[in-house]
């Protein structure tokens, strides 16, 4: 259980205030939100956010900026996507083969100690 301190209101004449305890804890308590403490970070400017409340919610959609510029860095996209296309298929090949390559010498060893068992044993 996470504990506070309390401030200790002490009035001019040093004697405490005349509230009670509990109602001292109640008013920190209303203060500071205790309950939801653990879950508020704080911004630049000391106002409370919300977090681990999942991705944040989408706004209006922005409007797409078309220019001169546009259809050349759609080409490029394009370009970018087939290369990355591509290579993910070498690479998914290249994956295929070893794990064959595998398979045939684990079965190659197994043939040629079945082979040497029956020859020698």
């Known amino acids: 259980m996470m504990q506070h301190s309390l401030p200790i209101i002490i009035s001019a004449s040093g004697q405490d205030g005349n509230q009670n305890p ?3 804890l109640a008013q920190h308590r209303e203060e500071t939100d205790e ?3 653990s879950a508020y970070k704080r911004d630049r400017s000391g106002q409370a956010k919300r977090f681990h409340d999942g991705p944040k919610q989408a706004g209006p959609p922005k409007p797409v900026v078309r220019n001169a ?3 050349m860095f759609e080409h490029f996209r394009d ?3 087939e290369h990355h296309d591509r290579r993910e298929r070498v690479v998914k090949a290249s994956r295929d ?3 064959l390559s595998k398979k045939m010498c684990v079965r190659w060893m197994l043939f040629v100690s079945h082979l040497l068992n029956t020859l020698l044993g």
């Open 35 to 37: 309950k939801d403490m």
């Open 69 to 71: 510029y546009t259809p």
């Open 22 to 24: 509990s109602s001292k």
């Open 97 to 99: 083969i070893t794990a």
């Open 79 to 81: 370009e970018l996507d």
